[in-house]
């Protein structure tokens, strides 16, 4: 065992920072998963892992600099090695832009618990429904399952101490044909691998593979198109990585106005759409005050513990604020959001499944996941990506068959003016940004003149 | 040469691990030790956004039990946490083998015992002291700040070094360190009319901070001229889409190789290991040896060896030796990247050692070597490939990048854009993808710059796997000559 426990740490290293103080965050993160491929188990793992983190604020003319450092502690002399490190580099840094007071946060009772444990056999649970999975023996399966246990301790200088869990999980089940020329995913991120019904999610694979029997082929170019809940989330969630205030503010965004200043204000869709971050999110709850270590567009270490509320951050289509620190808000003359780890978009107009949804459609394509979306253009947050694991005609508003995949040019901001019709909001598991960003409660969207810009021959 | 204070040494933590697997039925056993020490300072406008430093350390245990693989790590470096992570590998082996198809077949290796590697640098970075990085980074600023063109300025440097024990029971002890440094200047203009950026190209290389102060890079030259590349960028026209000859400069095809090549030819994405994340390839294993991949003149190695490579080792995370091999031999596919494991399904003799974890935490999987693309043998310059070119483009720089998941359609852009016209440079045009198919655009290569135009690119942040593992990996190549190849215009594909 250590000799020393991570809040004995946190108080610890507060101590050696002295009355200049700081930030301190001691994390203890227990991970089970399991993984498959080709309807065998291949890698798995069982980790524990318990890191100090340390923001040190060192006064000097001019205001007060800060210093990180980060690292395993097993003694006091661990602890006082990482205190050190990040003064010096505070010493060297000079005064922070950002820098402000720290609030006096709360002092939870349970400070000094120690961390929650996380037992090898929860994962059990998945590794027990895989063998019916993989007696299916006319698919493929490949999939992933992870069952994480986050224990966080926070210290500040200004007396806050928080100590808080988060249970994470995600399941996903990808199937293939034999001849690999069908594939469909399936997947649910949650707080705990036991809410996954591994039955659901081999039905929705087995449906889905069903319907690709039916193989049309499909041009490239605009397109009307029914996007899942996961595919929705997956643009959004990388529109909201990019709506810092600092940078609209400073002309270098998609969220600047060329005139001056930000588009905050502006109508950005017809459809009373509503996109928020929010902690108190039934089903995808997270911690609702602000940790940051280090400065950056949408943080500041000098932020740490002040309470978070939900963020609207467009309000029945019009963009009502952008993602920023105290310091940020203030230099671009916006009201202060801080942003948390989770992403609620609700269509007050939409309502319906996704299937209803792209029922409605009446002609188009239904697009289940996307992928590999990268920035093309940060001037009008141009991204590019591609489909996967299964486009469907919709014809007449019925599914008719699957499709070839495409890659797509669309701005998740651009793409907003162009819904016509929404789903209800649902929960749903980003494919592509779950490995950082897994909490989402998304409508699916029906969008006019989606950009599949060229096909793509992959499966 | 990995040396933590106030805990046990690497061999007192291995047999505690090894002893308590092999008396627990394990048949293979594996241990690990590994630290990773992350130093790194950003500037913006020429104040310290964020400046720290990080240290990892854990041990870690991998066994084959009952057949199947199990897997346990622990930041807790003691004697009783090295026995305990190895019991717990063992439990997560059992409950795998109850749905593990097929036995755990390892490819032969021969036993290297007691070794030691150390990647060579000239100037250790980490010594440098915190003001003297900043003060660096503070004189590139200087540079350019005074430009009329510049209205912000991002800069950073970091630097990392990691440092491991692996042992098994076959009783190799090995030990090796390497060190890597990167750094970048970008330079924004804001008008109101939109805002351009123009970033250095130079990629981060296995080296020591030799390398920020001319040794491999020529840093002065290329800050100098980034104000007047980004004006000419500023007033430069929009591109018109359409097929264009493309001369791409090495600090721009390492990616293209990255995506389309080095992915494409892991042996266990083409049997299906990352299909549920990753992807799989289009290079199946049908196709080894008789799949055209491009062009006569394409010749592509995996190199574990390569001089101041970010994945170059002395041997891999399963105590493989590092060697150099043929992927891609006068354009067809010869090879593939394995582990040990992965190399067994198809009957190799012997893995081709690129196992890899980024952290003790982590399980090794096969993760990519430094995979590059061999020079011309007609020592042609990029200037000479140009004056080739009647109407073309010469791209320059990485930027955005996307390929899909069997690495067929890609799509890059860039940082600068270079329009040629009757063999001359004429100057830069804007909003400008290219997007082509894996196989199609390796065929079009019709010409290759000679090893006078030969850079080793590379990238610090390669992800592959399930939990995400993040890998450093260099690719060299010459500059290169591509016919006929689809650009895009950006302002036209996001026009609504």
Same mark, same amino acid.
């Given at each position: ?50 890191? !100090? ?19 395993? +502690? ?9 205190? =050190? ?82 249970? %994470?999980?995600?399941?996903? &089940? ?159 003359? !916006? ?12 269509? /007050? ?8 949804? =792209?029922? *409605? ?54 793409? !907003? ?43 | ?98 749905? /593990? ?32 990085? +900043?003060?660096? !980074? ?40 390497? #060190? ?34 001319? %040794? ?8 100098? *001229? ?43 994405? /083409? ?8 992807? %799989? ?64 399904? +198809? ?32 020592? &042609? ?22 390929? $899909? ?23 830069? &045009?804007? $909003? ?7 196989? #199609? ?50 302002? $036209?594909?996001?026009?609504?």
């Amino acid at each position: 065992m250590s000799e020393i426990s991570l809040p004995d740490a946190v108080e610890v290293a507060l101590e050696l920072l002295g009355k200049d103080g700081g930030v301190v965050i001691g994390g203890n993160s227990a991970t089970n998963n399991l993984r498959w491929a080709n309807s065998a188990l291949t890698t798995n793992g069982d980790s524990i892992d318990q890191t !100090l983190s340390i923001s040190a604020f060192v006064s000097m003319s001019g205001g007060v600099a800060t210093g990180m450092s980060s690292g395993q +502690i097993r003694s006091r002399d661990d602890v006082e090695a990482l205190v =050190a490190a990040s003064k010096a580099s505070a010493v060297s840094a000079g005064p922070a832009v950002d820098a402000m007071d720290l609030v006096a946060g709360p002092t939870d009772k349970n400070f000094a618990d120690a961390a929650l444990t996380l037992d090898v056999s929860e994962i059990s649970h998945v590794a027990g429904g895989l063998a019916e999975v993989f007696a299916h023996r006319d698919q493929e399966f490949f999939g992933y399952a992870e069952q994480s246990l986050d224990t966080t301790y926070v210290g500040t200088s200004s007396g806050t101490r928080m100590r808080y869990s988060e249970r %994470t999980s995600r399941f996903e &089940l990808c199937a293939k044909s034999h001849d690999r020329k069908r594939s469909a995913w399936s997947g649910q991120g949650g707080t705990s691998l036991t809410d996954v019904s591994i039955g659901n999610h081999l039905s929705d694979v087995t449906q889905k593979l069903q319907i690709q029997n039916t193989q049309i082929d499909t041009d490239a170019g605009r397109h009307r198109v029914t996007l899942s809940p996961s595919a929705v989330s997956d643009l959004l969630i990388y529109m909201l990585w990019s709506s810092a205030a600092r940078d609209a503010a400073e002309g270098r965004s998609a969220f600047s106005n060329v005139k001056g200043g930000t588009r905050v204000g502006e109508t950005l869709t017809k459809r009373n759409l509503n996109l928020a971050t929010d902690p108190n999110l039934k089903g995808i709850e997270t911690f609702d005050r602000v940790v940051n270590l280090g400065s950056s567009a949408l943080g500041s270490a000098f932020d740490t513990g002040i309470e978070i509320g939900r963020s609207d951050i467009i309000t029945d289509g019009v963009l009502t604020a952008l993602g920023s620190s105290r310091h940020a808000a203030q230099e671009a003359k !916006l009201p202060f959001t801080p942003l948390t780890d989770n992403i609620s978009l609700v269509d /007050a107009q939409g309502s319906g499944s996704l299937a209803e949804l =792209a029922s *409605r459609m009446g002609d188009g394509l239904l697009i289940t996941c996307l992928w590999y979306i990268r920035e093309v253009d940060p001037q009008n947050l141009l991204l590019t990506g591609l489909t996967r694991d299964g486009v469907y005609v919709v014809s007449g508003g019925e599914v008719i068959g699957a499709t070839n995949n495409f890659r797509f040019n669309e701005s998740p901001i651009d793409m !907003l003016a162009r819904v016509i019709d929404a789903g209800t909001t649902v929960p749903c598991l980003p494919r592509e940004w779950a490995d950082w960003f897994s909490r989402a409660q998304v409508a699916p969207l029906t969008i006019e003149g989606f950009n599949l810009s060229t096909k793509s021959d992959a499966i | 040469m990995i040396q933590i204070p106030n805990t046990p040494t690497p061999e007192l933590l291995s047999s505690a691990a090894l002893e308590a697997a092999a008396s627990n039925g394990a048949t293979v056993a594996q241990f690990r030790l590994a630290k990773h020490d992350m130093r790194g300072v950003s500037l913006r406008d020429g104040d310290v956004e964020n400046i720290g430093s990080e240290s990892n350390v854990a041990l870690s245990v991998r066994v084959v039990h009952s057949g199947a693989w199990g897997f346990a790590a622990s930041t807790e470096l003691t004697i009783e946490s090295a026995f305990n992570t190895a019991l717990r590998a063992i439990q997560v082996a059992k409950i795998s083998a109850q749905v /593990a198809a097929d036995e755990v077949i390892l490819a032969n290796e021969p036993v290297h015992g007691k070794q030691s590697w150390t990647l060579p640098i000239e100037i250790d970075a980490f010594e440098k002291t915190d003001s003297e990085i +900043i003060e660096f !980074l503070q004189n590139w600023n200087h540079k350019i700040s005074g430009s009329s063109i510049v209205s912000h300025i991002e800069s950073n440097i970091g630097m990392g070094r990691d440092q491991t024990f692996y042992s098994d029971l076959l009783g190799n002890e090995i030990s090796q360190q390497r #060190d890597r440094i990167s750094a970048a200047l970008t330079a924004i203009h804001v008008s109101d009319s939109g805002f351009e950026d123009m970033r250095t190209c130079a990629p981060p290389a296995g080296r020591g901070w030799e390398y920020l102060t001319g %040794t491999g890079w020529d840093w002065e030259s290329e800050i100098a *001229r980034i104000p007047e590349y980004l004006d000419e960028k500023v007033k430069s026209p929009s591109v018109t889409p359409g097929a264009w000859d493309l001369v791409i400069d090495p600090t721009n095809l390492w990616l293209t190789i990255h995506e389309s090549i080095g992915h494409a030819t892991e042996l266990d994405r /083409a049997l299906g290991y990352e299909a549920n994340y990753a992807g %799989t390839s289009f290079a199946t294993i049908d196709k080894l040896g008789n799949f055209k991949y491009g062009s006569p003149i394409m010749n592509v190695t995996g190199d574990r060896t390569s001089d101041h490579g970010l994945s170059t080792v002395g041997y891999d995370d399963e105590g493989v030796a590092a060697q150099k091999w043929d992927l891609i031999k006068d354009g067809i596919l010869v090879g593939y990247q394995t582990d040990r494991s992965i190399a067994s399904k +198809i009957k190799m003799d012997r893995s081709n050692g690129c196992a890899f974890a980024d952290s003790a935490l982590h399980s090794p999987i096969q993760r990519m070597p430094n995979v590059s693309l061999q020079p011309g043998t007609e020592d &042609l310059t990029t200037k000479d490939l140009i004056s080739n070119v009647e109407s073309g483009i010469y791209i320059v720089g990485d930027k955005s990048w996307s390929i $899909d998941m069997q690495r067929f359609n890609f799509q890059f852009t860039g940082q600068r854009f270079h329009e040629i016209k009757n063999g001359e440079i004429v100057g830069q &045009l804007k $909003d400008v993808a290219y997007q082509s198919k894996t196989p #199609d655009f390796w065929a079009s290569m019709r010409q290759l710059g000679g090893a006078s135009t030969y850079l080793l690119g590379g990238a610090l942040n390669c992800g592959k796997g399930q939990p995400g593992q993040v890998a450093p990996v260099s690719h060299g190549c010459p500059s290169a000559t591509f016919t006929k190849i689809n650009v895009l215009n950006t302002r $036209d594909e996001s026009a609504k």
